[in-house]
């Protein structure tokens, strides 16, 4: 059990902690990256805010929604409004958005590595970003991708071209009824593929994802691994940050490391395998970057 006090060490040696984490990369058997909002949120995909009100001034106006995030969550009166929203949520996180710096310039850290990306995000960046798709693992889903709102079956669904025809057809926050999406087996309302609740798909990909992701812990198992955390709340820190945690105390030769804006930190037991930085995530993989004077 770790002690529930944190050790935080990041803001007065930026640069020493910059320099080790480079020579870990360096010497890393395998790299097992764990990403979470904060990525994306460096990246330029913020929720809230200008980007929230530039998009949705009219479901904020008429429900007081204030970010893209809980309006998510809203109970709307209507299918027709729920799409009308929901197809501008995911064009605008999924299809329109372009790869932010922050995960090219990862792409750059680890293209030539034994790495593994286990993410949250839900946006694709990764992929559009270049990395393999056979070394990420979207555990919470993906905005590209329906599904049976009763979970009826274990199928997901891309949404592409029907999220392209409700963005064209919608007016005053509706889609037409007739691009209301169905499930092809009970009849029942179509979803979001997310994990918000048990019903929860999880298809074949995700299976097939699930099953690289531990050959590959399985494979590194007792070598020198980097944990490399980067932009993980505390919303589900079991699925990311806590294992990194019980990994890295189990192996002497593994190294956490946490990049957060808003706070790194790591439990006492393994702070001499870890190395915690509290900057923008773009800023410090910027600097981490081969060509980068240190």
């Known amino acids: 059990m770790y002690l529930k ?3 935080g060490k990041s803001t007065s040696n930026y640069w020493d902690n910059i320099r080790k984490l480079r020579t870990v990369i360096g010497q890393a058997d395998a790299i097992v990256i764990g990403a979470g909002a904060g990525l994306s949120a460096s990246a330029g995909l913020e929720y809230s805010g200008k980007r929230f009100f530039d998009n949705f001034s009219d479901f904020a106006d008429k429900y ?7 309006a998510g969550f809203y109970p709307f009166e209507t299918l027709e409004e729920y799409w009308a929203y929901w197809s501008r949520h995911i064009w605008l996180n999924r299809y ?9 310039d990862l792409l750059s850290l680890v293209k030539d590595k034994d790495y593994f990306v286990l993410t949250t995000n839900v946006d694709h960046c990764f992929q559009k970003a270049g990395f393999d798709k ?24 891309d949404n592409e071209e029907q999220v392209k025809k ?3 057809e919608q007016k005053e926050m509706k889609i037409p009824t007739d691009l209301i999406p169905y499930c092809p087996h009970c009849g029942a309302p179509m ?8 019903t929860f798909v999880q298809d074949e990909g995700w299976h097939t ?18 944990f490399l955390e980067l932009g993980v709340g505390n919303n589900t820190p079991a699925i990311i940050k806590y294992p990194f945690w019980n990994m890295t105390s189990k192996n002497r030769k593994a190294v956490y490391v946490c990049i957060n804006y808003q706070e ?7 702070e001499k395998q870890s190395i915690c930085i509290q900057s923008d995530i773009g800023k410090a993989v910027q600097d981490l970057v081969p060509d980068k004077y240190l």
């Open 5 to 7: 006090r944190k050790t």
């Open 166 to 168: 409700m963005i064209s």
């Open 191 to 198: 979803t979001m593929n997310l994990r918000i609740d048990g």
């Open 264 to 270: 790194a930190y790591c439990p006492v037991q393994i």
């Open 64 to 70: 007081g929604l204030q970010d893209m995030y809980s």
């Open 96 to 104: 329109q958005s372009n790869v932010g710096k922050p995960y090219t």
């Open 134 to 157: 056979h070394r990420l693992f979207y555990t919470q889903g993906d905005y590209g991708l329906w599904q049976c709102s009763k979970a009826c079956h274990q199928v997901t669904y």
């Open 209 to 226: 994802a699930s099953n690289r992701y531990y050959e590959f812990l399985k494979r590194h198992e007792n070598l020198c691994i980097l």
